[in-house]
């Protein structure tokens, strides 16, 4: 398996998983920026690739750890030799590549998306269990942190909360609520920004998102859904680390052993794109 990318994503998350997943043989990586990928390289004693054909020429599998406006070509070339796909997400900067990115993965190519809070043993034990009891009919989240607040990554930045973070939420409100319909947004691409999801089946939630907060404010990514059976509630904050990461690892490996295909593809990945789209579509005609 391959790792494409060397910024702070691919450096601090996706190497060390790789390199102590017992499944996968870490290939070496690739990057626009040699200097990054021989440096990354070099800590994980791996190969630096000098190009990505090459890079595929050595590898079963890909993760992309790079901005969204650059992984629906690179993925593309991938899938077109049949490799499978760890995307990062949103799987693309907009609806078009997104589209672009999901025709070009064929059926027996796998493909995966690095929702990492859907790894979670946490996570899943709410959605399995709380969840379930609760048996709800509505759902609330709210996003705070700092996350865009200062040295983000420029891509970051400049997309604001909805294109980072906001994946997570939509993603985890989809999960516990059901297939979301519908989305509507108001706000500051940049700054506070409210969402309002109808799922199917008569379900509803609300979202409220800040990635710009102060950096001594306590970060929040609450989930609750209410319902018969109660509520639900989880902190996704603290629900996610290195033990998620290696669940994704394991249960992509798997998925390319054994030809089978994951839940979180880049079919559910190009779903996530369409409500990410109607929703900034909202905030730019609301500007």
Excluded at 40 to 62: I, W
Excluded at 164 to 186: E, I, K, M, N, S
Aim: charge should be negative; include cysteine; glycine fraction near 10%.
């Amino acid at each position: 398996m391959g790792l494409v990318g060397a910024g702070r994503s691919a450096a601090e998350l996706y190497a060390p998983s790789l390199a102590s997943a017992p499944a996968i043989r870490f290939a070496g990586v690739w990057s626009r920026s040699p200097e990054a990928a021989q440096g990354l390289a070099a800590r994980c004693s791996v190969p630096a690739f000098g190009g990505f054909a090459e890079m595929l020429d050595h590898c079963d599998a890909v993760a992309f750890a790079v901005p969204p406006a650059a992984q629906p070509s690179l993925a593309a070339r991938a899938a077109g030799r049949h490799l499978a796909l760890l995307l990062s997400r949103p799987i693309a900067d907009d609806l078009a590549g997104a589209e672009e990115l999901a025709e070009a993965v064929a059926d027996d190519v796998v493909s995966q998306v690095a929702l990492t809070w859907r790894y979670a043993p946490a996570v899943r034990t709410y959605l399995d269990t709380q969840v379930r009891r609760a048996q709800p009919v509505g759902g609330t989240a709210r996003l705070i942190s700092a996350a865009l607040a200062s040295d983000a990554p420029v891509w970051r930045a400049g997309r604001g909360v909805l294109m980072d973070v906001g994946v997570d939420v939509v993603d985890l409100l989809d999960a516990a609520l059901g297939h979301t319909a519908l989305v509507r947004a108001h706000g500051d691409p940049r700054g506070w920004i409210g969402l309002l999801l109808e799922h199917e089946g008569g379900r509803y939630s609300e979202a409220s998102l800040l990635a710009t907060a102060p950096a001594d404010l306590p970060a929040r990514a609450e989930i609750e859904v209410f319902g018969p059976g109660g509520s639900a509630m989880i902190d996704c904050s603290d629900a996610t680390g290195p033990e998620a990461l290696g669940t994704m690892v394991e249960e992509f490996a798997d998925a390319v052993e054994h030809r089978r295909p994951h839940p979180l593809d880049v079919r559910h990945g190009l779903h996530l794109q369409r409500l990410l789209d109607a929703a900034e579509t909202d905030l730019l005609a609301g500007r």
